[in-house]
């Protein structure tokens, strides 16, 4: 029964990946490529004991790709990692605690997620959240140059249109920046435009594929619903301009729901276990593992952008274009290009001011 039930969510993570042509870790294990036989592979997870490390943590801990599973924060992992290491999967996991445990928790890490920081209140827009997680982001960003400069980084925490950036300014100064190993996780509006469009074209939702891309706030979040598969013919302009404004305002959505006790935190675990597990398939050499992700990129003439990205044993192997717009999608990508800027220059600003 337990072993039945962790396989149907191992499989739903696979089966949900956006790359519908990614082996599964099914297929893997039956290839002989047993999680005993998988690499060695060491997560490590900053702001564990949140409301979305935790259920993230849980996540991580049913993936066999998984060998060692870190779990960091300045308080509350210990808890949290007596609770999930009691799990009869494959991973050791270790709870640390504080900024002096901060090295131990990073040294050796493969991948690191972080979805430490502040979220949003009802009425707060993400840029909101710039003052306080520009500052927590900066401060782990330079333990990460110094303890694992090799690791692939899942950047969560918001304003993600300026978290990312300024990870990068910091790994430049540090002089160990490779743009193949930075990503902003865009993963939740692609999970959640695939979930609008599916209830509303009334498709199998195990099915559908839509890219995201642009970035992860308001306007600068575009679905490409056009390039969506299966294709719907039961669609009319209006619906495809309210899907995309839901998917836009998804964030917000759940914001004033929970009104005053935070912002998404099991979808978004749930899609930061996804990309997590695309990242340790290219690690592993999985081929044509591909997921929407905020990355360095010259698709458009800004410096970074949300696409189609193929990961592989470096991490990014290629960004992907585009593909064809609608004009409605071509007017949204114009319209989000001065928004998009402005919070990438933010961020860039804040990482080099002294
Ligand atoms: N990228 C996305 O799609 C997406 C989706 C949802 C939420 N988020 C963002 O993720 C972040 C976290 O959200 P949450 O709901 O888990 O918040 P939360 O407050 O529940 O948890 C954040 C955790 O970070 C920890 N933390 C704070 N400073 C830290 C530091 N210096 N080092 C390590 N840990 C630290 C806190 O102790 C806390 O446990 C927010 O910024 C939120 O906006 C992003
Ligand atoms: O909306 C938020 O503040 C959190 C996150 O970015 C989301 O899209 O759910």
Redesign the pocket.
């Known amino acids: 029964m337990k072993t039945t039930m962790l396989r149907s969510i191992q499989s739903s993570l696979t089966r949900a990946n956006n790359s519908a042509s990614s082996p599964s870790t099914h297929s893997l294990l039956r290839r002989g490529y047993s999680s005993e036989s998988a690499p060695e592979r060491k997560v490590t997870v900053?702001?564990a004991?949140?409301?979305?490390?935790q259920p993230l943590a849980l996540l991580m801990k049913l993936n066999p790709l998984v060998s060692h599973l870190s779990l960091?924060?300045?308080?509350?992992t210990p808890g949290v990692a007596a609770d999930v290491g009691h799990i009869n999967t494959r991973s050791e996991v270790v709870g640390f605690m504080g900024e002096e445990q901060l090295g131990k928790a990073l040294e050796g890490s493969d991948i690191v997620i972080i979805?430490?920081?502040?979220?949003?209140k009802p009425g707060m827009t993400?840029d909101d959240?710039f003052n306080i997680?520009a500052g927590?982001v900066k401060?782990?960003c330079t333990a990460i140059a110094k303890y694992c400069p090799n690791a692939l980084v899942n950047m969560?925490?918001?304003p993600?249109n300026s978290t990312v950036p300024i990870a990068a300014e910091i790994f430049k100064k540090a002089g160990i920046y490779d743009e193949k190993k930075l990503f902003g996780?865009?993963t939740?509006?692609v999970v959640r435009a695939k979930t609008f469009y599916a209830g509303k074209a009334r498709v199998p939702v195990e099915g559908v594929n839509v890219p995201v891309v642009g970035g992860?706030a308001g306007i600068t979040i575009l679905p490409l619903f056009s390039q969506a598969t299966p294709k719907a013919n039961n669609l009319s302009g209006e619906d495809l301009t309210a899907l995309t404004k839901r998917t836009q305002d998804g964030?917000t959505e759940v914001v004033e729901a929970k009104a005053g006790k935070?912002?998404?935190?099991l979808s978004?675990a749930y899609?930061g276990a996804i990309f997590a597990d695309a990242c340790l398939k290219g690690l592993n050499g999985v081929p044509d593992v591909v997921e929407c992700s905020f990355v360095q990129s010259s698709i458009t003439e800004l410096p970074f952008f949300a696409s189609k990205v193929r990961l592989g044993k470096n991490g990014i192997e290629e960004v992907l274009g585009l593909g064809p717009l609608s004009d409605f999608e071509k007017q949204g990508l114009e319209s989000l290009i001065p928004d998009l800027k402005s919070s990438i220059e933010k961020g860039i600003a804040f990482a080099n001011k002294s």
């Open positions: 900053l702001g004991a949140g409301g979305i490390g960091y924060d300045i308080a509350g979805p430490a920081g502040v979220p949003r993400r959240l997680n927590i401060s782990l969560i925490s918001n993600v996780v865009t939740l509006d992860h964030g935070g912002s998404a935190t978004m899609a």
